[in-house]
């Protein structure tokens, strides 16, 4: 804002308060502040429009003929005045009867005047009117007459709502016919169907008082606010979190140029000066910001701005005191949660009986979040754009993760239509239901283990739900996830126990600890890994455990302790050589040792096992197939593996297909190079919880599988459906020579034989 501007608008603003402070009636107050505007902007005309019974009515004008005054109405979205309300947008026209929206009212007497400027009236992000001034010359106002517009427009704002001169049904009104359905895409991180109300993870901070008492003071506010910021910036930057490169580090650094940025600081100052208080003063800057966001085509450019719209609601939350989140708050009904970003801890917070949902503006396929969702049950959208624009707290949605699309404000038909999805949906899970107490056996008599993958004590509820065999993957990373600090080692051995007695017979295969990488924790650093161009084959899962030897001792001892008396099934995640294998083992038998030593009842047994991720082990298989029990084919980073490609990269994220030859030739090698060892062998992954992959995984001769519980229901309903000796001859086939396209070909198969698979 310009010294020119930033006067301009401190002297309407201490005329404003005189003006409102006075004991005239709300009329007469409004005729004398369009005087105030008009003569302080040397403007012909200044008028003030406002909501009324869902129509915006002339209130008070200087320059316009009187006999208007609460004549004039006109629709939102009809004419200039209902366009810059529609679109709670500014319009700065040098001929205002040029513009398509232009409409004529000859009541007003405005035919001589060409110019035309006008600026929303913001109430709690709704506009509840409009003011506007004209000029005969045609001619564009110069921007520091628009920058002492908004904010003035800012401050009528809160005298208009406090003299009751604007209804909230009215607005609320308005806002109901002011923005219509609407419908987002994004990528899909979770699949599922939802229903619910929006909700903010951090609610925008409505602005009270916007008229500053003591400008200094103000000043003040923001100066440490600033800091305070600034240090939060910092300090993610310096955790592994966000800084072990790719996007994320992107993010921040733009965060740190912005949260740097002088010409910020210097406009929000000088907002200040005009007589804001520092929350009104961060919000006009705001306002500047996202007026130059609708003129951007950069696409690059306009992210950026993004990043500065979602670096000033912070600055925001800072200098207001209000950093609390929805979940602190208590969820009052069905919600889809919506936020930028989320932890795993955050998401834990809510509400499991009404969070339905969530949508994030970023997000990827194996951040902590998604990871601790997909094990909730809970469908996630992400990378969706634009959604503080496009949704309000309280808009209805209805999240269509398996289509990557929520609908924003549906028609009823469209409601009608989901709602029909989900009675066949919920049909299908009480058939699904139906079949807990049922085993998994195929057409040929063949039986197949169908086990669950979990990462939390409420997950062990699903497997009697269910009817799965058992955990196939317990992840046992997720309690280091959600901690803010290291978690202690009685506090694993409760969760093991816990998790064990919940499991009663059934097996759980604990894998151990698999952070670093994509699961980084601020608490557990490593200096040379936070910058890592490879963060999912550099320091994580078994190499972070063997070099912080001691984190793996404190598992192991929690284990062994959890498991006194019950047999112990422990799985080492990402092996790439045998020796790897054994080093782990050796801190598990040592643990093992002491505890006879100390006379303490131990497991019945122990069945050692590992995850085949890296494709490197399955060259090596006969050197390791001797010392475990079983082997589990992580199916999620093989594949990024043997095709180097990030699943997380949104342009690879589905441009590889878990059908494709080079995975099934390489899964049916590994099955066959155990024959003659015993040694059970399944998938863990995604790829083992949707039926047409299963399908093909039985057939290259995978007898075990452990998935996300919603899937246990399908798959034993597929398995019922299946002759295992047809489809290991036709997998046969189709490996020899193999088809143009192996998803169609199996899918063809399957239709013939009327095996469902959806």
């Not at 004398?32 to 003569?39: N, P, Q, R």
């Not at 939350?317 to 989320?342: F, Y």
């Not at 097996?507 to 924790?521: A, C, H």
């Amino acid at each position: 804002m310009s010294s020119g501007a930033v006067e301009a608008a401190r002297n309407i603003l201490i005329s404003l308060h005189e003006v409102m402070a006075s004991r005239s009636n709300a009329q007469a107050k409004l005729n004398t502040v369009v005087e105030v505007i008009g003569e302080s902007l040397h403007s012909e005309v200044c008028s003030i429009y406002l909501l009324r019974e869902g129509m915006l009515e002339l209130f008070a004008t200087r320059g316009l003929a009187q006999e208007a005054v609460h004549v004039t109405r006109m629709a939102v979205g009809e004419g200039l005045v209902g366009s810059i309300a529609d679109h709670t947008e500014t319009l700065n026209l040098a001929e205002a009867a040029a513009h398509p929206d232009f409409s004529y009212r000859p009541e007003t007497g405005e035919d001589k005047f060409h110019s035309f400027a006008g600026v929303p009236i913001v109430r709690r992000e709704r506009a509840v009117g409009v003011l506007c001034v004209q000029h005969v010359e045609p001619r564009r106002y110069e921007e520091v007459e628009i920058e002492a517009l908004q904010t003035v427009a800012m401050v009528l704002a809160e005298l208009i709502t406090n003299a009751d001169l604007i209804d909230e049904v009215d607005v609320a009104a308005f806002n109901a016919t002011q923005t219509g359905p609407d419908q987002l895409r994004g990528l899909t991180l979770v699949k599922g169907l939802a229903a619910g109300q929006a909700v903010y993870h951090q609610p925008r901070v409505h602005i009270e008082h916007i008229v500053a008492e003591d400008t200094e003071a103000e000043r003040q506010r923001v100066i440490l606010a600033f800091d305070r910021m600034r240090e939060q910036i910092d300090r993610m930057s310096s955790q592994a979190e966000f800084g072990v490169g790719g996007e994320h580090e992107e993010v921040l650094e733009t965060y740190r140029m912005f949260a740097y940025d002088e010409g910020w600081t210097r406009r929000i100052n000088e907002a200040i000066d005009s007589g804001l208080t520092a929350e009104a003063a961060i919000e006009r800057v705001q306002q500047r910001t996202r007026m130059r966001m609708r003129q951007i085509d950069d696409p690059l450019l306009a992210d950026r701005m993004h990043d500065l719209e979602d670096l000033s609601n912070r600055l925001l939350r800072i200098v207001s005191g209000q950093m609390h989140t929805a979940a602190s708050m208590g969820l009052r009904h069905d919600a889809i949660l919506i936020a930028r970003n989320l932890g795993p801890a955050e998401l834990l917070e809510y509400d499991r009986r009404r969070l339905k949902g969530v949508i994030l503006e970023e997000g990827s396929l194996t951040s902590h979040v998604v990871i601790v969702a997909r094990a909730m049950g809970i469908p996630v959208l992400g990378r969706v754009r634009s959604l503080r624009a496009k949704v309000r707290d309280g808009d209805p949605l209805l999240l269509d993760a398996d289509h990557a699309t929520v609908m924003v404000r549906p028609q009823q038909g469209v409601i009608d239509a989901f709602e029909e999805r989900f009675a066949k949906s919920r049909e299908r899970q009480a058939v699904y239901a139906a079949m807990r107490d049922v085993h998994p056996v195929t057409r040929d008599g063949q039986r197949v283990t169908v086990m669950m993958n979990a990462g939390l004590r409420d997950d062990m509820a699903n497997l009697s739900s269910t009817g799965a065999d058992g955990i196939g993957l317990f992840r046992t990373e997720f309690q280091f996830l959600v901690s803010a600090t290291l978690p202690a080692r009685e506090r694993q051995t409760r969760l093991y126990r816990d998790v064990m007695e919940a499991a009663g017979s059934k097996p759980v295969m604990f894998r151990t600890v698999d952070i670093g990488g994509d699961k980084t924790l601020p608490y557990l650093r490593n200096e040379d890994a936070e910058h890592e161009e490879n963060p999912a084959m550099g320091w994580r899962a078994l190499r972070v455990a063997l070099e912080r030897d001691g984190l793996l001792k404190v598992q192991a001892r929690a284990l062994l302790d959890a498991a006194a008396g019950r047999v112990l099934h422990v799985m080492f995640p990402l092996v790439a050589e045998p020796w790897e294998f054994d080093a782990a083992k050796a801190v598990f038998e040592g643990q093992l040792a002491f505890l006879r030593r100390q006379k303490k009842l131990l497991p019945e047994a122990i069945r050692y096992g590992v995850m085949l991720e890296v494709p490197a082990l399955a060259e090596q298989l006969d050197l390791l197939a001797p010392k475990i029990s079983f082997l589990s084919l992580g199916t999620n980073d093989l594949t990024q593996f043997l095709f180097a490609a990030d699943r997380a990269h949104p342009k690879l994220a589905e441009r590889y297909d878990w059908l494709s030859p080079a995975i099934l030739r390489f899964i049916r090698r590994v099955v066959r190079s155990l024959d003659g060892h015993s040694v059970d062998i399944g998938v863990c992954g995604e790829m083992g919880g949707r039926r047409l992959e299963a399908l093909a995984l039985m057939g290259l001769g995978i007898r075990r599988l452990s998935i996300t519980p919603a899937s246990v229901g399908p798959i034993k309903d597929l398995i019922s459906h299946v002759d295992m000796g047809e489809i290991a001859a036709a997998m046969d086939g189709w490996l020899a020579s193999p088809p143009l396209d192996m998803r169609a070909t199996i899918t063809a198969w399957a239709e013939e034989r009327g095996i469902p698979l959806d």
